[in-house]
């Protein structure tokens, strides 16, 4: 049988408080966020490796908070004045670490949103004390401000996780497929979505149903898998 043609659509992912799975790996995480009028000095700086969720509980927070969410690596090209009394989510900011604007620009941030009233919450990869700033003004801030972890996914989230999405696709999921694919696969939600959308447009060149038979032949031949 010929191979079929098949597009890959970009997936647009739902990021609201209803979509959120709720695991041990994030319980903590989560009540946090939930309880964010009780933070201390009304910031939190939440910690985690890539794929653990941090984005989506950004946008959770927002939801609840009315925040605007910004990239630190935007920091230097931002009018930080405009963001005066605004609740503020930003995102990666371990990564600006030695880029003395974008450090100078987080500290501004960080006192004007507090000082009007808003509330910060700052993601990054790891806790501050880690990121190697250089601003000591701005390292002892970020040192100091409440820390919350997210824990690599647990089965029980990543069973979760590939289900819905597989279901996203429409794709019916045989019994022992998700068993077979856990103890495969990368502990991150980017590597669950990836590897629905490989095995998803494997079923659809070959024009049949995705088995566990096809999932081992695919994963097989993933060098992403195979690494």
Known sequence: MPEQLTFDLPAHPAQGLDDFLVTPSNANAMATIESWQNWPNRKLVLAGDAGTGKTHLTHVWAGLSGAQILQAS?????????????????????RIAGNPEAEKALFHLHNLVLAEG?????????????WGVTLPDLKSRMEGTT????????????????????HDRQITVPAN??????????RSLAEAARLVSVLDQAALSEGRALTRVLAARVLDKDPETEA
Request: hydrophobic share 50%; aromatic share 4%.
């Open 74 to 94: 935007s920091l230097p090209d931002l009018r930080i004045e405009d963001l005066a009394g605004q609740s503020v989510a930003l995102e990666d900011a371990d």
């Open 118 to 130: 808003g509330a910060l919450l700052v993601t990054a990869r790891s806790a501050p004390s880690r």
């Open 147 to 166: 820390l919350a972890r997210l824990d690599p996914p647990d089965d029980m989230l990543l069973s979760a996780v590939l289900v819905k999405l597989f």
């Open 177 to 186: 497929l998700i068993d077979y694919l856990l103890p495969r696969m990368e």
